[in-house]
């Protein structure tokens, strides 16, 4: 395993930040003390790691999907980047995807924790893998016209093509739901028929069947794109104001309560405005959303990760302020096409984690989060 190098002074994480030992049972009781347990693998490999390291665990660097460039690879190292998105599509056949996605993991690789390497496998129009090896998607609104149990077993053969080509988190599937009487009007979903359908409780039942289908090749999944971006009017990847119509208790949103029955290991969270929701920030940015919506109403309590944060829609604010805002209303795993916004996010998520002690809880938990969810797909060795 190639150590990486460290370019920022290694700062103490929340594990030195004033936190107490669990209280166990008196040592004549006949129930185990829990410092007696023996922790975790997400929490032992928490333990072997830099504080570096860890805050490298809450990002996924976009790189070329035909291959990282040399650039790329020493940009993911030295920052300890703990993940990866193969960014564009591209026609490399399975085997030769392997080697980029190998080639990847042999730098963001520390103390026995692997990379999710990651891809938009979604459906016809947003396939990014398509070569040798790669089965030829259906688009989304026939995926909707299988049956579940059908969808789910496609999904597993999909998930399988891309578990031999080294990629172990699909950023799929969509559950925005686009009405009929909106269809390609809707920019970022409908234009492509990506959606599952148009109807919520049928897109939620479908959405749980890919999860479930991708898990039973040993792929996680990211549910997208929470509350919804079925009706908006614009796409967020080139339009920085895009807003969509969804309320709190919107009948649309049960598309994504349905799809959470499928254990999805994250959900991807939108970077659109919801004007009906709260007067506040854009949702990746906003905790009534993803504190309030998602973790409070729906109970999610996996990772929540971002749309990327190389597009149009977050580019007023420089790197590390959008990582910082990202991570404060309740973000867990920050997405971003672009590398070079690696070293200026990691360098001010671990300054706040040195400032504030709040802060620094926080960084554990999400780190301990996305480690969960590596040792459930078993990249923790």
């Known amino acids: 395993m190639r150590r990486p190098l460290l370019l920022v002074p290694l700062l103490l994480l929340s594990a030195c930040a004033g936190e107490t030992a669990p209280t166990g049972s008196s040592p004549s009781s006949s129930a185990p003390s829990a410092q007696s347990q023996a922790p975790s693998a997400a929490e032992a490999a928490y333990d072997r790691m830099t504080p570096q390291q860890r805050v490298g665990q809450l990002f996924v660097l976009g790189v070329m999907s035909t291959g990282a460039t040399e650039e790329q690879l020493r940009q993911l190292q030295q ?13 490399l056949s399975v085997e030769d995807t392997r080697a980029v996605s190998d ?41 909707g016209e299988l049956r579940p149990a059908r969808l789910r077993r496609e999904a597993k053969t999909w998930g399988e093509e891309l578990k031999a080509a080294g990629v172990t988190l699909d950023l799929a599937p969509v559950a925005d739901v686009v009405p009929t009487d909106v269809g390609t009007d809707n920019d970022p979903i409908g234009y492509f028929e990506r959606q599952l359908g148009s109807e919520p409780t049928p897109v939620g039942r479908h959405a749980a069947a890919f999860v ?29 104001q895009v807003s969509d119509p969804t309320t709190r208790n919107d009948p649309l949103l049960g598309s994504f309560e349905g799809a959470l029955a499928g254990d999805p290991a994250m959900v991807m969270v939108s970077s659109g405005f919801y004007p009906k929701i709260s007067d506040g920030p854009r949702a990746c940015f906003n905790p009534t959303i993803i504190k309030g919506m998602l973790r409070g109403d729906l109970g999610y309590d996996g990772v929540i990760v971002s749309d990327s944060f190389g597009s149009a829609s977050v580019a007023g604010d420089p790197p590390g302020k959008r990582a ?37 809880k926080t960084t554990k938990a999400n780190v301990l989060r996305v480690l969960e969810a590596k040792e459930r797909f078993g990249l923790i060795g």
């Open 79 to 91: 920052d300890s980047a703990g993940n990866a998105f193969l960014r564009g599509p591209t026609d």
């Open 103 to 143: 080639a990847i993991a042999e730098v963001t690789t520390y103390a026995g924790v692997r990379p999710f390497v990651s891809a938009d496998q979604e459906s016809a129009n947003a396939q990014s893998l398509d070569g040798d090896g790669f089965s030829a998607m259906p688009d989304g609104l026939e995926q």
């Open 212 to 240: 479930r289908g991708m898990a039973d090749a040993g792929v996680a999944t990211s549910v997208k794109h929470f509350p919804g971006i079925g009706r908006a009017s614009g796409n967020t990847d080139s339009d920085p």
């Open 324 to 360: 910082l805002r990202f991570f404060r209303a309740g973000g867990t795993l920050l997405l971003d096409t672009n590398s070079d916004d690696l070293r200026p996010m990691a360098r001010a998520v671990l300054r706040e984690t040195q400032d504030d002690p709040a802060f620094a």
